[in-house]
């Protein structure tokens, strides 16, 4: 099909009513920080700095889909949580994943055929899905999927495969997800902020704690499809643990000027050829854009969800 340019994306992500200073898509959120405490287990498959550390902080942000910053938490279909890790002085890795294992579609295109379905209604995306039948893992996900009652108690996936690098410049393919360590159910949850609420609560006590679980795929699995999922069986490699220990209102906080392109890497991870990488970096950075033109003219609203 025909190429769908980044302006197009945030066109139609961004809908008709604009919320100046905010993210096109997953808007609404909430910055958190933490730190990665690697346990070694992939440092014999990659050279990142950050397989070869102990500890390395992060700043990140945990976000529902959708263009409106005040849109009911517990109605998003899709949570998300973002990581921004400074490895060294030069060099970032940067991170953002959906609770979906893996895209409806496989290329740029399709994804923005979805989009417009998704807009035109109930009728026209469930004649898009026959239409795609690569579409089944992620329906099948849609399916089983049961909303928990909290941002710490969700899977996040990469969806799209990245390559570990090793010293000999040997690749290994790889999905990654973070583990939740708690189970917690929607049960009394209530209130157009309940999983923010819910978040800062959980975090006046305890942290929140992930493990970094790496999927490795073999030789018959496509890594730049991120449409299929791979078989169960295939190997994953325990990282280590992503603890997040404090919280700060979006628009004030840390993550609020970060772009989580997930093309900025550090060396030791580097990206497959999925298009949907490429049409990701480009999209961000034209969202990002347009929120940093409106908070350099005094547009942005001020709004918190406390
Ligand atoms: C072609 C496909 C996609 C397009 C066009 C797209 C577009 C966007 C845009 C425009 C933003 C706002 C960026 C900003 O202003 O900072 C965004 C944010 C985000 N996207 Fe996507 N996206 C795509 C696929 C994905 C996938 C596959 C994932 C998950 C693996 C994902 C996860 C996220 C997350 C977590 C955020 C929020 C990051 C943050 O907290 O700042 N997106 N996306």
Known sequence: GDKVSAQQFVDLQQGDSVHPGFRRA??????????????????????AQIFATSV???VGRFSLAGNNPTAPDLKA????LALSFATSASEQWRIAMNTPPVM?????????????AIKSGPKAIQTFFAEHPESADFLAWKDSY????????????????FYLVDDNEQRQPVRWHMQPTVSVTDDGLSG?????????ARLAKQPVVFDWLFTLASAQDDERNPAIQWPAERPRINAGKIVITQWQAQQDGACHSINFDPLVLPSGISPTV??????????????????AVEQLRGQAKELSND
């Open 26 to 47: 997953h808007a609404k959120g909430i910055c958190v920080q933490g730190e990665f405490r690697n346990n070694g287990a992939l440092a014999q498959y990659s050279s």
């Open 274 to 291: 999925d298009a949907i990488l490429r049409a990701r970096s480009a999209a961000y950075a034209e969202s990002y854009r347009r929120r």
């Open 104 to 116: 409806a579609v496989s290329n740029p295109q399709d994804f923005y055929q979805q989009l417009v």
């Open 77 to 80: 279909p899709v949570r998300s």
């Open 192 to 200: 157009p902020n309940a999983l923010h609420q819910e978040l800062k």
């Open 146 to 161: 049961q909303p928990s009652g909290s941002f710490a108690a969700e899977t996040y996936h990469s969806i799209n495969a």
């Open 56 to 58: 390395t902080p992060f």
